[in-house]
């Protein structure tokens, strides 16, 4: 046995000292004589255009004014405004195109309707409840659409009532 794995072992590396590589060294001179194929030259960057602002007599936005005071814009404080205190409905987290009806619901003299989230969920939900992430309230259910009033910021600290509406079938806001 003490002998039998060195021979062994001898038996291996004779059998890997002669090898024909004829075929390996064809291979090598072929890829040798190919053509390189060009590289295509770098794409020339274009200079962008400079502009000087010319300020005139117009105060500089980066510097505070004279006395040390900003200027404040006007905040417009009037009109519908979301309640901060009321929680948030899951079908809030959602973007109001991103919901679908998909049926309503008689109940006990109610009417339900059926939403179906991006998530494949159904969900049950009934005028008065929020779903869309601009404070939409569902103001009535009808056959075919669910009515929705939200409120959309103006620009100025205000907001704005718009009209949306849900339909049976679409993943659309109007």
Request: overall charge negative; some cysteine; glycine content about 8%.
């Amino acid at each position: 046995m003490k002998y039998i794995i060195p021979a062994a072992m001898m038996l291996l590396l004779a059998g890997c000292a002669k090898q024909d590589m004829a075929d390996l060294h064809d291979f090598v001179a072929e890829i040798k004589a190919k053509q390189p194929t060009p590289i295509e030259p770098i794409p020339q960057i274009k200079q962008a255009e400079t502009y000087l602002y010319v300020g005139g007599n117009r105060r500089n936005p980066f510097v505070p004014t004279e006395d040390g005071t900003e200027v404040l814009v006007s905040q417009d404080t009037s009109g519908p405004r979301p309640d901060p205190n009321r929680r948030k409905e899951e079908l809030e987290s959602f973007p109001l195109d991103a919901l679908k009806m998909v049926g309503t619901l008689d109940q006990n003299k109610s009417v339900w309707a059926l939403v179906q989230s991006p998530d494949g969920t159904i969900h049950r939900v009934r005028p008065g409840n929020y779903l869309g992430q601009n404070d939409g309230e569902i103001v009535s259910i009808e056959e075919e659409k669910i009515n929705v009033k939200e409120l959309i910021p103006n620009g100025s600290g205000g907001y704005l009532e718009r009209q949306a509406s849900l339909t049976l079938g679409e993943r659309d806001s109007s």
